[in-house]
């Protein structure tokens, strides 16, 4: 099946840094997701991008799936950003299975 | 509103009994899915359903069912062959495989 990793797997930031965080996949993909995992588990949606670019506030993501990778950007990090960045991807041949990376854990300190 | 509900949120398992899940989505979503976090890893599938009466094996079913008798509903059961059954376990639905997936708040489970 399609291998999702995500890079770094711990980033730590002052308050106003900027961060990008990476997710490289093995297949061609049609459909990738961005999400924030809170403290309390739930997961949020940032972007849904199997392409292209798209932006949200402090948050902007890029896809080239020509590539195989994703990025995710956080300008003026604040401590709310804080928590774990997971990406997630589907393929054409893995017939509506969602696969998740391991995540990225941000920690933004004031 | 509409969205995605999971119950209980907090579930306490004897070893040996087997346990039930609840997820109901009210979206209209013909997708749903299971996964099972450990703690600080990432989600892994346990199984997923496309459309009613119809699902699939991910990647760690053993020891888990699940049944989709209805669009709205995608029950898993935990039974007494999953061996280390203590995880938090999040549901997700979604229209089809090429649309964005929404996810439920999750439950912990914990074998006593």
């Known amino acids: 099946g399609i291998q999702v990793e995500q890079s770094p797997p711990d980033l730590i930031l002052q308050e106003g840094a900027n961060s990008t965080l990476r997710c490289n996949f093995s297949?061609?993909?049609?459909?990738l997701q961005w999400f924030h995992q809170n403290p309390w588990g739930q997961l949020i949606n940032l972007f849904y991008?199997?392409?292209g670019t798209k932006q949200n506030g402090r948050l902007s993501a890029t896809t080239v799936a020509t590539e195989r990778y994703s990025l995710l950007y956080i300008s003026s990090s604040q401590t709310t950003d804080s928590g774990v960045y997971f990406c997630?991807?589907?393929?054409?041949?893995?017939?509506?299975?969602?696969?998740f990376g391991q995540g990225t854990i941000l920690t933004v300190h004031p | 509103d509409g969205g995605i509900t999971q119950s209980p949120k907090y579930l306490f398992r004897k070893e040996g009994q087997n346990v039930t899940l609840s997820c109901e989505q009210n979206?209209?979503?013909?997708?749903m899915y299971w996964y099972r976090q450990d703690p600080g890893q990432g989600l892994r599938l346990i199984y997923y359903?496309?459309?009613?009466?119809?699902?699939q094996k991910g990647d760690i079913a053993e020891g888990y069912s699940v049944s989709r008798e209805k669009k709205e509903s995608f029950p898993l059961t935990v039974t007494s062959a999953q061996k280390n059954p203590t995880a938090f376990y999040l549901c997700?639905?979604?229209?089809?495989?090429?649309?964005?997936?929404?996810f439920g708040q999750g439950t912990r489970l914990t074998v006593v």
């Open positions: 997700a639905s979604r229209f089809t495989m090429n649309t964005e997936a929404f």
């Open positions: 297949d061609s993909v049609n459909n």
């Open positions: 991008i199997p392409s």
């Open positions: 997630a991807v589907g393929s054409s041949t893995s017939y509506g299975k969602l696969t």
């Open positions: 979206l209209n979503h013909d997708a």
């Open positions: 359903s496309q459309i009613v009466n119809d699902f």
